[in-house]
């Protein structure tokens, strides 16, 4: 069994009537609804609840984390960072999604200040560029989403294992939109898709690569392995 815990702001969805249109029941819903499987226990996790939906034991019991934010990030407290962070480190997947580029924990898991280039509704073709990974499984070489939001490089992110997906907007500019990171134990996948006011996570090229990525970064309860005690404190960002 994959124990998959996605996280979401939540918020768009609950104030903005065109995204409320789009995802009734808000992102973590659609996504929960296209991640079914008999193998998977979804839980869902929303900045508005108790403890930031977050906690060590939710942490402890989750295989998979998912991350979409956007408007709210300074929120998510330093301590809920922290703890995603570390269980990463311990071998949880992490899979951030869109805007999820400037949240907390992703950005402590980089190191670096993850700026790019943005720019409102654009046509996007997502590339192939390593079809042999196991997260462009069953992909075709190419693919359009007909409106999304443009990210652009350059991207400041350390050097990634490896790129899966390359984004070329109508407007000119190219993105590393799929990529792969190890820290620690953990495996960690950034995808770009995903801004909230197009309905690009009913696209069904899309769904197939966050359905592969959670399969990818899930390495299961025994590859867990607590971080080192250096000095005798553990390492935190
Ligand atoms: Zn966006």
Same mark, same amino acid.
Not at 6 to 17: A, D, G, K, L, M
Not at 196 to 220: L, S
């Given at each position: ?6 996280? *979401? ?8 009537? %065109? ?18 499987? @008999? ?12 403890? #930031? ?6 942490? #402890? *019991? ?9 408007? %709210?990030?300074?929120?998510?407290? @330093?301590? *809920? ?16 999604? /869109? ?20 720019? /409102? ?34 991207? @400041? ?45 009913? @696209? ?7 359905? *592969? ?5 899930? #390495? ?18």
């Amino acid at each position: 069994m994959i124990r998959v815990t996605i996280w *979401n702001e939540n918020v768009h969805e609950r104030t903005q009537e %065109h995204v409320k249109a789009i995802y009734p029941g808000g992102i973590h819903k659609c996504i929960g609804e296209f991640l079914a499987a @008999d193998d998977i226990a979804l839980r869902y996790a929303t900045l508005d609840m108790p403890g #930031q939906g977050l906690s060590e034991e939710i942490l #402890q *019991n989750t295989d998979v984390l998912i991350w979409w934010g956007h408007m %709210h990030h300074d929120e998510v407290t @330093d301590e *809920n960072a922290a703890m995603v962070v570390r269980h990463v480190q311990e071998g949880m997947g992490f899979v951030a999604l /869109h805007s999820a580029h400037h949240s907390k924990p992703f950005r402590w898991l980089m190191g670096t200040s993850c700026n790019l280039r943005w720019r /409102h509704g654009d046509r996007e073709r997502i590339w192939c560029a390593s079809p042999w990974h196991p997260i462009a499984k069953g992909l075709p070489e190419q693919f359009e989403l007909p409106r999304e939001e443009m990210y652009g490089e350059a991207f @400041d992110i350390p050097r990634p294992d490896d790129v899966v997906f390359l984004g070329w907007f109508a407007g000119g500019e190219a993105f590393r939109s799929g990529l792969t990171f190890t820290r620690g134990a953990g495996k960690i996948f950034y995808f770009q898709p995903g801004h909230e006011e197009y309905p690009v996570y009913k @696209d069904e090229n899309v769904r197939k690569i966050i359905r *592969n990525a959670v399969r990818w970064v899930h #390495q299961g309860r025994e590859a867990r392995c607590p971080m080192p005690v250096i000095m005798g404190e553990k390492l935190e960002p």
